[in-house]
């Protein structure tokens, strides 16, 4: 499939899912006025101060939906809970300066960054499928990620997770065996 939307906003869409996590504190970092602000400068999205509390909870939407999908089994099931966020748009297309064909919403306003980031969403789910979007293996880690690699067996969300679980199940052998 071509990339035909900036591949940053794929990470972007997969950063947001990972903003709200039970077990670390803050649980919601979109919430907090600070982590929130960072979260924006983390990918470079400018945003008035007069439209922080709007883009707030309409990313906190989307959010909710894009983590849902890490359950779900169908693409289409999850593509269907995403559309709502584009349906509206006005797209238009550019060939930029790589000669790369991209699409981008016809304003500029903070909806724009909002669709991008379904857009983002959207993206993953064509490109690598739902069932390659899922949640960290090592529980308590809520972590959402995409399995990109070959062998498409990635069941963890980082090293560190994978040796937390392997720590794990060997105590647990090690009790049962005692
Ligand atoms: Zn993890």
Redesign the pocket.
Known sequence: MLNIIPTKYQAIALSLANTYDPCVLPIDLLKEDQTFKEFLATHTIVCLDKDLQILRSQLISIRDNIRKIGGMKSDNQALATLYPFIAKTKWVMNIEQDEQLQISPDSQDIEAIVQMVALGAINLIVKYGVNRIHY?K?QP?E?LFCDVSKSARQV???KR?ANRFGIAQYRNRKLDNC
């Open positions: 960290c090592a880690c972590e963890f969300c980082s997770c």
